[in-house]
């Protein structure tokens, strides 16, 4: 017998969570599968509000990046550990 059992709890800071399955569920042997799940809807950005954000033109008064391209680039590379 396979059973889909959902329940919704709050994960505590210890990730100790008991689980008190039905009456009808059959005792012996068996596998649970666990799956985590967020509740949360991830936000959906548009092209717009990233044009509105405060990265777009980040970089743009700064005098000592010519290409800023080849500058994140390098950053990147630097924080990869590789050699640009």
Request: charged share 25%.
């Amino acid at each position: 017998m396979i059973r889909t059992i959902t329940i919704s709890t709050d994960v505590p800071p210890s990730r100790e969570v008991k689980i008190t399955l039905p009456a009808d569920v059959p005792v012996g042997p068996a596998d649970l599968v666990v799956v985590v799940a967020a509740r949360e809807i991830p936000t959906v950005h548009t092209l717009g509000e990233l044009l509105n954000s405060e990265f777009f033109g980040l970089w743009r008064d700064r005098t000592d990046i010519a290409d800023s391209a080849e500058f994140a680039r390098r950053l990147r590379a630097a924080a990869w550990g590789r050699t640009p």
